[in-house]
């Protein structure tokens, strides 16, 4: 352990070098950018993004979309809001195997974590959203979740303070005919309620979440000493053998990318080829965006279909190479989903999946 310790002492530019296959794209460990970062910081991330850049730092607009997310009234039959599934003190997750909407009706996937929402290429499980203001009415309008088309949410939304006068006070008078040559703003509080304007609104409040501290965030800023020798042990296990830095990298732990780990259950009840189902891409087949592993200990149950309700257990499945996908078939099935390359045996010990699960406690 000295000679561990020693060997992360200094800056992560001269820790020991991860284990990383050849082709991957990976980006060191770092602090996750505040909401206030300098506009080149936030939009590195997310490139092309200028108005969402602009409403995150207008504190109306992200009250706004804060009393939206937590407010019954989007659902149709006001029974859940976005925060039934996006729970603040289970990582923004709602601590169910699959998501629950109205009418106890359950979705085919659980309740994504929105830590790495704010930058994040694409949204969903299976990237079908580019943007968050995209992302952020899906769920409004899904029959499974909020059940309310958006007409008829935003009708409700003009006849309910406080909205109106929040909605004015937010994003300003609504223009009447912006192609006019006169273009006179409307006073209303009613005009300014629209669909439009609800989405920027959600998508300013999601992105300015961002994860709880932990001591991890101490450790990258130089408090060495706070990870304890099996947290530390673990930390570097995640980092070399144990073969996560492939896709688990960068500020959030995530690549931001979609991977086939052996889960899409092809040609059996509970199949889901993931974004193969948006794309028609065969190279998608099976394939789910890399979920955040920050605060991934309050996330749980895990993966896209809540199969795991221990952590320790999901780690055990990794070490084992994780799930097997269809057996080969002659002829060849063209849509048999093929486990990323990237997923193998890891030959753990249990003391090793031990200090790897303390580690990722403390994430």
Not at 289 to 307: C, D, E, F, I
Not at 320 to 335: K, L, N, V
């Amino acid at each position: 352990m000295a000679c561990l310790r020693a060997r992360y002492a200094g800056p992560p530019s001269l820790w020991p070098a991860p284990a990383i296959d050849p082709g991957i794209t990976w980006t060191e460990w770092a602090r996750v950018p505040p909401v206030d970062a300098p506009p080149s910081s936030w939009m590195a991330a997310n490139a092309g993004r200028a108005e969402l850049a602009s409403d995150i730092r207008k504190p109306e607009i992200v009250a706004l979309g804060q009393m939206l997310f937590f407010d019954g009234h989007l659902s149709r039959k006001g029974q859940v809001s976005c925060a039934s599934c996006h729970m603040p003190q289970r990582a923004f997750t709602d601590g169910r195997p699959l998501a629950v909407g109205e009418d106890r009706l359950m979705g085919r996937r659980r309740s994504p974590s929105l830590l790495a929402a704010p930058f994040a290429p694409r949204l969903f499980w299976d990237g079908r959203a580019g943007t968050l203001k995209a992302q952020v009415l899906g769920p409004v309008q899904d029959s499974r979740e909020m059940n309310h088309d958006l007409g008829s949410a935003i009708a409700r939304l003009q006849g309910l303070p406080p909205y109106p006068a929040q909605f004015l006070k937010a994003f300003g008078p609504a223009m009447r005919d912006v192609a006019s040559a006169s273009g006179s703003a409307s006073t209303s509080g009613r005009d300014a309620v629209d669909s439009d304007r609800l989405a920027r609104a959600l998508a300013a409040y999601v992105a300015t979440l961002r994860p709880q501290t932990s001591r991890f965030d101490a450790f990258l800023n130089g408090e060495r000493n706070a990870l304890n020798d099996t947290e530390l042990r673990g930390m570097h296990l995640f980092r070399t053998q144990a073969r996560c830095m492939n896709c688990h990298s960068g500020a959030l732990l995530t690549d931001h990318q979609f991977h086939n780990i052996g889960l899409s259950f092809y040609g059996r009840r509970n199949q889901d080829l993931g974004r193969f189902e948006i794309t028609r891409d065969p190279a998608d087949l099976g394939k789910f965006r890399t979920p955040s592993l920050r605060n991934v200990s309050q996330a749980g149950p895990w993966m896209h279909n809540g199969l795991f309700a221990d952590l320790k257990g999901l780690l055990r499945m990794y070490n084992a190479g994780m799930g097997r996908e269809a057996a080969p078939a002659d002829p060849p099935d063209p849509y048999a989903p093929r486990k990323s390359e990237h997923i193998r045996p890891l030959d753990l010990s249990a003391d090793d999946i031990d200090a790897l699960l303390a580690f990722m406690k403390v994430l």
